[in-house]
């Protein structure tokens, strides 16, 4: 059973920083596909960043670029969001994904979702 655990989201200030992890059992992590995904009250869940399997390959939603960088630890089997400059803009509950297939973006190809952490920007 793949479980995927969020962690590190807060309250904080305009400007500040915040780390999520987000810890992953029950799947092949060094060959899954790793996202992170938000949802803003009454929008729709977006997509923030993607990772390839072995970190080399990454993209973002260009509202985030510069400012956020997603990684990930093959070894503790462990996806990370680095979230610097933060605007009132990124809030939302932020989620983790993995698919286990090929490079993608797209929400409706991931396969398994963890339970989200809120991230919350106060102006």
């Known amino acids: 059973q793949v479980q995927l655990v969020e962690s590190g989201g807060g309250l904080v200030q305009a400007g500040s920083s915040l780390r999520l992890s987000c810890a992953a059992s029950?799947?092949?992590?060094?060959?899954?596909?790793m996202g992170w995904f938000r949802q803003a009250p009454g929008k729709e869940r977006e997509f923030v960043a993607a990772?390839?399997?072995?970190?080399?390959?990454?993209d973002y939603l260009d509202s985030v670029k510069g400012r956020f960088t997603i990684s990930r630890d093959n070894a503790k089997n462990t996806l990370y969001l680095q979230m610097n400059s933060l605007k009132p803009e990124d809030t939302a509950i932020y989620y983790c994904?993995?698919?286990?297939?090929?490079?993608?973006?797209?929400?409706?190809?991931?396969?398994?979702w963890g339970q989200g952490t809120q991230v919350t920007v106060s102006s």
């Open positions: 990772i390839s399997w072995s970190g080399g390959n990454t």
């Open positions: 994904a993995a698919r286990g297939r090929g490079w993608s973006v797209r929400r409706s190809t991931y396969d398994d």
């Open positions: 029950g799947l092949t992590f060094s060959r899954s596909i």
